[in-house]
């Protein structure tokens, strides 16, 4: 317990001074932006802060994974605390996220500048959605990016470029040969996603974090299998 705690407060320590200057570049960046009336002020800081989860975390895998091996740290060690800092990481995001929607909706009461009013995710989704439920959708939609992009880094540490390779031409490959929409029905990009996010349910923004938390697992799991045998070094590429 002692060594995950150790782990852990080495990843929290990068993560809290990471997500501190994406958040001040953001900030700093936008307010510029605003100021000479080219961007509005809900300018899109949950796609930007899901950008930076999926870098972030794919990207410190590699230099974290070694650095705490080298430190005696055990594989299932580093396992248990990467999950630990991608649910607080997660946690972080989501504060963030929901104190810019207060702070967007705000200068569109208070301010006299031109600003387009804008929706959230889970709002765009699930229209007049609870704001409770929407906390509860980001916290569950970030963890799942998170599992995801740890085992996006865990496979890019071990085959190197040509993971990255085969992944994004097998993504572009997918959505080009799998059609967004189709009024003949069939299995399309659009649909898989709709069900995923079970948006014509009644109660879609309660059932889609269970649907988020269920994929984390499987990605977890997959990220804990391969990460057993994974060198110290990275491979050359």
């Given at each position: ?20 200057w ?7 960046a ?105 906390i ?63 948006v ?7 059932l ?30």
């Amino acid at each position: 317990m002692n060594r995950i705690s150790k782990c852990f407060r080495f990843r929290l320590k990068n993560i809290l001074k990471s997500t501190l200057w994406f958040t001040v570049i953001f900030y700093l960046a936008a307010c510029i932006l605003l100021s000479i009336g080219t961007v509005s002020f809900n300018s899109g800081f949950g796609l930007s802060v899901a950008i930076f989860a999926f870098v972030y975390v794919s990207a410190d895998y590699r230099t974290s994974f070694n650095y705490l091996l080298i430190h005696g740290n055990t594989r299932t060690t580093i396992f248990i605390s990467n999950v630990m800092a991608n649910i607080t990481l997660s946690a972080i995001l989501t504060g963030l996220t929901l104190i810019t929607s207060f702070i967007e909706m705000y200068i569109l009461r208070n301010i006299p500048v031109n600003l387009d009013e804008g929706t959230t995710i889970a709002q765009w989704i699930y229209p007049n959605a609870d704001k409770a439920l929407e906390i509860l959708f980001m916290a569950a939609l970030f963890i799942l990016l998170t599992s995801f992009s740890t085992l996006y880094g865990a496979l890019t540490y071990k085959f190197g470029k040509y993971f990255v390779t085969a992944f994004w031409v097998g993504l572009g490959l997918m959505v080009v040969t799998l059609p967004m929409s189709s009024s003949a029905g069939g299995l399309t990009i659009l649909s898989v996603i709709r069900s995923f996010l079970w948006v014509d349910h009644q109660y879609g923004i309660l059932l889609a974090p269970v649907s988020f938390i269920l994929a984390a697992l499987v990605f977890g799991a997959a990220t804990y299998l391969l990460s057993r045998r994974q060198p110290q070094t990275v491979p050359a590429s």
